[in-house]
């Protein structure tokens, strides 16, 4: 699918820039400051850093690693809620939680792949904007 990271292998050669490593299969973005991504779990809000049909980065709000939450969120523009359990994989040194959502069904990941490449659309417009002034 267009949307889904192809994973490198190690025996590529390098393209003089280096690439982190990423367990990410899927493109991820950030909400603008106009249209934030607030998800509510364990009856807590927290906004979105930054989003994929993968899952989402968000400032931990007592929540534990390791631990499925169920969620919901939705999208810009959208009027379906998104109900999806979300496994929080990792809470880093910045105290953000990185998490995998589950049980999306098929609906659900294609309004996040689309949500995504028109945030990906509206950041290119941004930084082509920005060039041309």
């Known amino acids: 699918m267009f949307w889904k990271r ?5 025996e ?7 690439v982190p490593e990423d367990i990410r299969k899927s493109f991820r973005v950030s909400p603008s400051a106009e249209a934030p991504i607030r998800i509510t779990l364990d009856q807590k809000t ?5 989003i994929s049909s ?3 980065c968000f400032k931990n709000n007592n929540l534990k690693s390791g631990v499925f939450y169920p969620s919901k969120f939705l999208l810009p523009d959208e009027v379906d809620e998104i109900s999806v359990n979300i496994e929080i994989l990792k809470i880093d040194e ?3 939680c990185r998490s995998r959502f589950h049980d999306l069904n098929p609906e659900q990941e294609e309004m996040i792949h689309q949500y995504v490449l028109n945030r990906q659309k509206e950041i290119l417009a941004e930084q082509k904007k920005r060039l041309t002034f």
């Open 6 to 10: 192809i994973l490198k292998t190690a």
């Open 12 to 18: 590529e050669p390098k393209k003089g820039f280096s």
């Open 46 to 50: 927290v906004s979105v850093i930054d």
């Open 54 to 56: 993968g899952g989402a």
């Open 94 to 96: 910045n105290n953000l």
